[in-house]
C-alpha cells in the first residue's frame, strides 16, 4: 500500500521560513519524479515545484527563486524548503507522485500571516 505523508506546515510570518517533508511508504521514490502542488481556499490545486530523478528541478514562476525542492532517497523523502513566505503562499501544500497510477498525500497546511 503507497503512502505520501506530509509534514511541517504551520503559522508563519510575512518573510518567514518553512521546510515541508514528504515521505512515502510502500514504494521507493528513486527512480520517480516528484511533485508539490498546493491550493488555497476557493482555488484550483496547482503545481508548485517538481524534482526529477535526475534531480532536475522545475518550479511555478510564484515561487521561483523563493522555494527550492530537494529529495534524500535514502530516506525516501521529498522536500520543499520555502523562504521569504507571502500571505498569497497559503494553502493546502500536497505531495504526488505516480507509481502506475497518481498518489496524493493529505495535505499540510501553511498559513503565512502577521
Known amino acids: 500500500q503507497v503512502q505520501l505523508v506530509e509534514s511541517g506546515g504551520g503559522l508563519v510570518q510575512p518573510g518567514g521560513s518553512l521546510r515541508l517533508s514528504c515521505t512515502a511508504s510502500?514504494?521507493?521514490?528513486?527512480?520517480?519524479?516528484m511533485h508539490w502542488y498546493r491550493q488555497a481556499p476557493g482555488k484550483q490545486r496547482e503545481f508548485v515545484a517538481t524534482?526529477?530523478?535526475?534531480?532536475?528541478?522545475n518550479y511555478a514562476d510564484s515561487v521561483k527563486g523563493r522555494f527550492t525542492i530537494s529529495r534524500d532517497n535514502a530516506k525516501n523523502t521529498v522536500y520543499l524548503q520555502m523562504d521569504s513566505l507571502k500571505p498569497e503562499d497559503t494553502a493546502v501544500y500536497y505531495c504526488?507522485?505516480?507509481?502506475?497510477?497518481?498518489?496524493w498525500g493529505q495535505g499540510t497546511q501553511v498559513t503565512v500571516s502577521s
Open positions: 504526488h507522485a505516480i507509481w502506475r497510477r497518481g498518489y
Open positions: 510502500g514504494s521507493s521514490i528513486r527512480l520517480s519524479s
Open positions: 524534482i526529477t530523478s535526475a534531480y532536475s528541478t
